[in-house]
């Protein structure tokens, strides 16, 4: 006899074509049925919680009164919850937001009770190849998906063993045709039998043992009530299989005792049975950008800041922090990070990023100033105090801001030294938007806000002080940056040619990139889901273009601003004739350090057309068969082009296999000898592309006006999602794109690009102390030093993933990754006397005591792998 394991359940999407508040009111009508059957029927032993804890959170919000009666319902095992907050994208999000999305969710099951040990995501686009490692780091050894396989992977089962490259496993049970085919089951006998015929075969084929899954649920389903006579139905239909109601976990017990299981390995990206959008990583470019750069914020900037600040006796306010990290969470569902929504709920995500981003900053603002504020003040009252976040000490230039009413000042370190600086702005501020108390006693005079660039040597986890010292004797002026034909820096000469692309010649390198940053502007006739280009496409680019240039250069920064404006079709219509009558403004600035061999490159584009894909050009003149960007934790190396390209239509794939991939960080392309990288903190999507596959093609952005559409070139057949009009996605008007390019001697992976990446991402940030605020804290108990490190990482190999405060107790959590290709040693210093270091799971569980050598420790680690210690100062 087959075991048919009838798993009752309901997906739910907070968001999607519906709004977050439509969705909860269908949820509490939803729940009180689900709750009285649980405790009033002993025959219905289980439902699933969707694998979340936002929907309990949802739902208690507005019936707070029945926690206890949930509390009691997952005590007794029958309502399964988490183990996730939200039903977390894998391919576009972050590794650390992943990992909190685990930690925060399984804090919130365990106010409960237990939670579900799997890593249930049954509609995410896609599987990371890093999730075995990170479902591990929580104890969890069962993962569960439906999108992404097919057989070139390895199997034709449904049951199989996942591995990460650095050794982690988890059995997999697919979901081969989705978790709905047990929705609304109907208990009309021809009609049953007529569905579930269709579904059979799939599942006897896939399956490694007698026993198989029929998952009861669909989105936003309330409990089918009658499903006890639908299971009596489905036993006289099939005579040779038991119908009961089950969990999933009882499905992974069965399956465990299979030991000749096959065993996959990288990430799913397939779309031949099911659809995984493989462009969805562009859509709604405003939302992915917001995203990236607040991931980026939190881990680089704030959470290692709160850190440096509570090792010197502040508090670490993580209630604080974790409503930062829930508020984007909320955002990170795949359909809300996928941005295949109604332009309703676009907005209500771009609200809580907004949210999430100024509470963000506001942190950030109130350590440094916690730590400033500290500095003593016995010398002077103006500082300005520099944090480097990174775990190394550097060479940095710095720019930053002074405001006072001081004509003229010194910048002073510690030991007197002066430290020279130039002047390249100056802004008049109204004193009362310093401290309004200023002008409440009947000081009008204004404040100058002065820019200023410098450069010195950061202390590695730590910061630095500057005293602001008066100098009566010279008042300040912005320095003259004359106009000049082209930047020199220590490593580059760059021109811009007259169409705004630029020219690289790599002193180093001895070698030299043309037509760089040249804009390719191309019909999208696809949805939300995926890019659809025209068959007989009309391709517009700068080539042609005559720009405005301004070039300038001053000690520490070449600096580049290109103007031009590039005439497009305004709509699928006028690209289908071939008419240019619309107007796309393009402004491009590029700053150039004299120290560093990477550019940064801001893109700011006023849009006023619908249905295209724009996209920047860097070329490498590097004939390429793989790229190589990076995932969670981790690098992977992906092919120029698919080899699934010459089957996917004979064997009627559900969507093309373009080689259009999602990156964290960065992208390069490279050979032995030196290569050439993208470095990102907005937009995450990339193409290899050139006839020899030398260019790396950056979506800037791409606009359509349909949540969902049929009969695509790409993708045939039905549409995704529904066929819904969002004229907001055809993103009128500007939008801004941050990435850097970098060179760099030897491969992607030797030279360690990931590393040049977090550089990138981790800016030195600073805090300008006055004796005015606006905003008033009683001083700190004690006095914070000049200068302070916190440690040193004197390896430089491995990559600093975050430096936070354990959730558990009093000790530091410091995460990092290796994602070169060979196993590493991370060493690590610490300036302050340690009590013990311990390694933990990514859920800061402890796993091993490690042994301290003088504050300093040493640990193997394999390509790709994250390793997360524990530090008690």
């Known amino acids: 006899m087959k075991k048919v394991h009838v798993v009752p359940h309901m997906h739910w999407d907070r968001e999607w074509y519906f709004t977050t508040e439509e969705s909860r009111i269908l949820l509490v009508n939803n729940m009180e049925e689900i709750l009285e059957m649980l405790e009033t029927n002993e025959n219905y032993p289980y439902f699933v919680m969707d694998g979340q804890t936002a929907i309990i959170e949802d739902y208690l919000e507005v019936k707070p009164e029945n926690k206890e009666r949930l509390r009691k319902l997952v005590q007794a095992g029958k309502l399964i919850i988490g183990p996730w907050y939200t039903q977390t994208d894998e391919m576009i999000v972050a590794g650390e937001s992943i990992v909190r999305n685990l930690l925060y969710g399984i804090k919130d099951c365990e106010e409960f009770g237990d939670y579900m040990k799997i890593g249930y995501l049954p509609d995410s686009f896609g599987q990371s190849a890093q999730m075995p490692q990170i479902l591990n780091g929580f104890d969890i050894k069962h993962s569960m998906f439906w999108r992404g396989t097919s057989e070139r992977h390895g199997t034709d089962k449904t049951e199989f063993n996942w591995v990460s490259d650095e050794g982690s496993k988890v059995l997999v049970q697919l979901l081969p045709l989705g978790y709905a085919i047990g929705k609304y089951l109907p208990q009309e006998k021809n009609a049953l039998k007529k569905r579930m015929d269709k579904y059979v075969p799939v599942l006897d084929k896939g399956a490694t043992t007698e026993h198989q899954l029929l998952p009861n649920g669909h989105d936003q389903m309330p409990i089918q009530k009658d499903i006890f006579e639908v299971m009596e139905k489905l036993k006289e239909i099939y005579t040779d299989s038991d119908f009961f109601l089950s969990k999933f976990e009882n499905v992974f017990e069965e399956i465990e005792k299979n030991k000749e299981l096959d065993t996959l390995q990288g990430e799913f990206l397939d779309g031949k049975y099911m659809r995984v959008h493989r462009s969805i990583y562009s859509t709604r470019m405003d939302i992915k950008t917001a995203n990236a750069r607040i991931e980026n914020k939190i881990t680089n900037i704030l959470e290692p800041l709160a850190t440096i600040a509570y090792s010197l006796g502040f508090d670490y306010h993580h209630g604080l922090i974790e409503k930062i990290w829930k508020e984007i969470m909320k955002n990170h569902a795949h359909d809300s990070i996928g941005s295949c929504c109604s332009d309703k709920v676009h907005k209500e995500i771009m609200g809580r990023f907004f949210l999430a981003e100024d509470k963000t900053d506001r942190l950030i603002d109130f350590y440094m100033r916690k730590i400033a504020d500290a500095v003593s003040c016995e010398v002077a009252l103006d500082k300005l105090v520099a944090y480097n976040l990174l775990p190394y000490n550097r060479e940095q230039i710095i720019q930053a801001e002074i405001i006072t009413k001081m004509k003229g000042f010194k910048l002073i370190d510690e030991n007197n030294n002066e430290v020279k600086f130039e002047v390249v702005k100056t802004e008049v501020v109204d004193a009362g938007l310093i401290d309004r108390q200023i002008v409440h006693y009947g000081d009008y005079d204004p404040f100058v806000k002065y820019t200023v660039e410098f450069k010195d040597n950061m202390p590695a986890v730590g910061y630095k002080t500057y005293l602001i010292v008066e100098n009566k004797d010279s008042e300040l002026k912005v320095v003259e940056m004359n106009n000049i034909n082209q930047i020199e820096t220590e490593f580059y000469i760059i021109n811009v040619n007259e169409n705004g692309t630029i020219k690289v010649q790599d002193k180093k390198l001895g070698k030299t990139f043309e037509n760089v940053l040249l804009i390719e502007d191309g019909a999208d006739d696809g949805d939300e889901y995926d890019f659809s280009p025209l068959l007989d496409d009309y391709i517009v680019t700068n080539e042609n273009v005559k720009a405005d240039v301004t070039m300038t250069q001053n000690e520490f920064f070449g600096n580049i601003d290109i ?130 596959f030398d260019t790396i093609a950056i979506t800037l952005f791409r606009t359509i006006g349909f949540l969902g559409r049929e009969e695509m070139l790409r993708r045939p057949g039905r549409p995704s999602g529904i066929k819904l009009p969002t004229p907001d996605s055809q993103m009128i008007g500007n939008v801004e794109i941050n990435f850097a390019i970098a060179t760099h001697e030897k491969s992607t992976l030797k030279a360690n690009v990931a590393r040049i990446a977090k550089e990138y991402l981790t800016p030195v940030v600073t805090y300008n102390k006055m004796p005015y605020n606006a905003m008033k804290l009683n001083p700190a108990a004690f006095n914070t030093p000049y200068e302070y490190s916190l440690f040193t990482q004197n390896d430089e190999e491995t990559v600093l993933s975050v430096l936070k405060k354990s959730e558990k107790d009093s000790g530091i959590i410091v995460r990092y990754y290796n994602a070169t290709e060979d196993e590493k040693l991370a060493e690590f210093s610490f300036n302050k006397k340690v009590n013990k270091i311990s390694e933990t799971n990514l859920n800061e569980k402890i796993v091993e005591e490690l042994v301290i050598d003088d504050s300093q420790i040493e640990i193997k680690i394999k390509k790709n792998q994250v390793k997360t210690i524990l530090v008690q100062l």
């Open 563 to 692: 103007n031009y404006s590039l005439n497009i079709p305004k709509d699928i219509e006028s690209r289908k004739k071939k008419i240019c009558d619309s107007v796309m403004n393009v402004k491009i600035s590029l700053r150039i350090p004299m120290n560093k061999a990477s550019m940064e490159v801001n893109f700011n584009i006023n849009n006023q057309s619908g249905d295209h894909r724009v996209r920047a050009y860097v070329p490498t003149a590097i004939k390429s068969g793989f790229s190589v960007s990076d995932n969670q934790f981790g690098s992977i190396e992906r092919p120029v082009i698919d080899a699934a390209m010459e089957v996917w239509e004979k064997e009627r794939w559900n969507e093309r296999p373009d080689s259009i991939y999602p990156m964290m960080s960065f992208v390069g392309l490279s050979d032995e000898e030196h290569g050439v990288a993208v470095l990102t903190n907005s937009t995450r999507e990339f193409e290899i592309v050139g006839n020899d």
